[in-house]
Every structure is written in structure tokens, then in C-alpha cells.
């Protein structure tokens, strides 16, 4: 074809020009519904690099899913208010480790549907099994974070037969952290109080306050902040819905995990660091441990809540050595 058979610009009608323009407005507002598997046939081997489940509630789930379709999966669960993407430095060791990987955004969370219901522990719990069925795991390791940590519990607890084969949970919220008079060791009810009305006040600010001080441990003395590590916390929690992140405080801060963890067979490493500003060491971890039928405990002496992506090098040797132990 010629250069001649397309319009010049500077010769183009001012009815070319709108209409052009219309159709370029239009395929980007148009909506498109994700599908819930995606089919990539420009992939040599084609493969699903990621893409969508939807639950029975229609809520649709995003989900990253790497790596040889034969290899023992890992299935990574993040915590409030962030995504998958907050396993990046997981991921890609485990990736190259010869594992799959798979991580998807809790509903209400990063790419998934921005639910106004369905936002507690129960439901989490269902929507992993609805995951893990729709890509058919096997002998799966689940890995949880902080909110992850009893979405990994609760889920792991009802898991069909075969599905799982060890657990791990960092820095994790079981086995409950509101005080009560069973649980008198337990942050009072008006912390998680004034973390809903920051949120509601200014969600904006208040995810930068998290990550720039207590999250990482930046407001520690001598440690150095790292604005991209922040911003990129901004970025993941500002792309879920207020409502469901509202709603997700609850669930972290008020469900009780005890039964869960009685109830887990499998091997289930807790790791923590007792520096954590979020999840205090002395309420979690080590009571956790108790409650497990098989549970090994690894303390992190100074490490901070967010030490998977503050010290990787540590968190990532450390998971490797219990998933081949």
C-alpha cells in the first residue's frame, strides 16, 4: 500500500478529524468484562500469565499464575490494602527457583472487582477456593501476610483433601488481635477505631503514613526510608476500594482464628519479626505456634511487619529451606 492512499493530516476534513476521534473515545470507554481464563497464543508454550476467576457472588478475581504448569505451586497472599504486586520479590526467586506462582488481589483489592459485601474472612476463604479449583492445585504451599496470614488459615482449615501441603504465615493477625477478656494481651478495639476514620478522613494520607513510618520500620532510628518502596505501597492500596478496605479492618482485627489453627494438619512455619509495629510479636506468633498440630516458629530479631520486602535475602532463604525440608 502506498503512502498515498491514507488522508493527510493537514488535508483532513473537520468531520475526519471528530469522527476519528470519536471512535478513539469510544474504545476506551467501551467496558470489557475480563475473562476468567486467558488464552495466549503468542506463547510458545500457551501458557495463562494472568487473568480472572469469577466467584459465585460474579465478584471477579485477579490472579497472576507463572511458572511450569507440573510444579509445586505457591500461592501467595498478600496483605491490607495491597495486591500480589506485593510479592514481586517472591515471586520472581521462587520463579526462578523452578516453582509456580501464583498470587491474586483480595477482593476489594487491587485489580479485583471493588466489592461493597462479601468483604470478611469467610468469604476470603471461599473466594481461594474457588481460585485454587479453577486452576486445579495440588499439594500447594500457601503463603500469608499479615491480613494473608489468616486469609491463609481460614482457608487452609477448610481446604479440600490434597490440595495443600504445608503453610506459612508472616507476620500474621492470628490468632486474634482486638483485646478482649480471652485475648487480654490484644490491641484495644479504638486502634482499629481510629484506623477507619483515617481512612474515611483522608485514605490518601493515611496510605502514605503507614509505609513512610510503622509498616517497614521506617521511623525507626538509623534506618533509612525507601520512597519507592513507599510509593509503591501508596500505589497498591489506592488502587482498591475504600469500602472494602473499611470493611477489611474488621475482618483482620476482629476474627478469631483459634479453631483454624487447631484444626491445620499440615506444616505451618510462623515467621515474625519482633520489631513489628502492626502485628505485635508477643500476641501473634508465638501463641500461634501453640495452637498448631505441626508448627515451627522462626523469630527475626528488629525486622519490622513488612520484612518481605524490607530483607527478601532472609525471608526468601528461609521459605525455600522449610518448602524442601
Known amino acids: 500500500m502506498s503512502e498515498s492512499t491514507f488522508p493527510s493530516p493537514l488535508h483532513a476534513s473537520r468531520r475526519e478529524v471528530l469522527m476519528a476521534g470519536g471512535l478513539g473515545f469510544a474504545a476506551l470507554t467501551l467496558p470489557t ?61 521462587f520463579l526462578d527457583q523452578g516453582f509456580r506462582v501464583i498470587a491474586h ?29 479453577h486452576l486445579d492445585l495440588r499439594d500447594a504451599i500457601h503463603v500469608g501476610h499479615s491480613t494473608g496470614g489468616g486469609e491463609v488459615a481460614h482457608y487452609v482449615a477448610r481446604a479440600k483433601s490434597g490440595r ?84 477489611c479492618i474488621k475482618a483482620f482485627s476482629e476474627t478469631d482464628f483459634t479453631e483454624d489453627l487447631q484444626s491445620i494438619a499440615q506444616p505451618t512455619l510462623v515467621m515474625h519479626g519482633d520489631d513489628d509495629q502492626i502485628v505485635p510479636y508477643a500476641d501473634s506468633a508465638p501463641l500461634s505456634v501453640e495452637l498448631l498440630q505441626n508448627g515451627f516458629l522462626k523469630t527475626y530479631k528488629g525486622l519490622p511487619h513488612g520484612l518481605c520486602t524490607t530483607h527478601p535475602e532472609i525471608v526468601n532463604a528461609d521459605l525455600l529451606d522449610f518448602i524442601r525440608g
Open 164 to 247: 495443600v501441603a504445608k503453610a506459612v504465615l508472616i507476620g500474621a493477625v492470628p490468632p486474634i488481635m482486638v483485646k478482649s477478656d480471652s485475648n487480654p494481651g490484644g490491641l484495644p478495639i479504638e486502634v482499629f477505631d481510629s484506623f477507619r476514620a483515617a481512612l474515611v478522613a483522608n485514605r490518601a494520607q493515611f496510605f502514605l503514613d503507614v509505609p513512610t513510618g510503622p509498616f517497614y520500620g521506617f521511623n525507626r532510628p538509623g534506618v533509612t526510608a525507601s520512597k519507592g518502596v513507599i510509593q509503591n505501597w501508596w500505589r497498591q492500596g489506592m488502587a482498591g476500594g475504600a469500602k472494602a478496605h473499611y470493611d
Open 105 to 133: 488481589d483480595r477482593r476489594g483489592h487491587g485489580r479485583s472487582t471493588q466489592t461493597w459485601e462479601g468483604n470478611e474472612m469467610d468469604t476470603y476463604a471461599a473466594d481461594v477456593a474457588a481460585l485454587t479449583d
Open 33 to 93: 468484562r475480563p475473562f476468567a481464563s486467558t488464552d495466549l497464543s503468542n506463547n510458545p508454550e500457551g501458557r495463562r500469565i494472568m487473568s480472572f476467576v469469577e466467584t459465585q457472588d460474579g465478584t471477579l478475581i485477579f490472579f497472576k499464575d507463572w511458572g511450569p504448569r507440573n510444579a509445586q505451586p505457591i500461592v501467595f497472599h498478600h496483605g491490607w490494602p495491597l495486591s500480589a504486586d506485593d510479592w514481586d520479590a517472591q515471586m520472581m526467586f
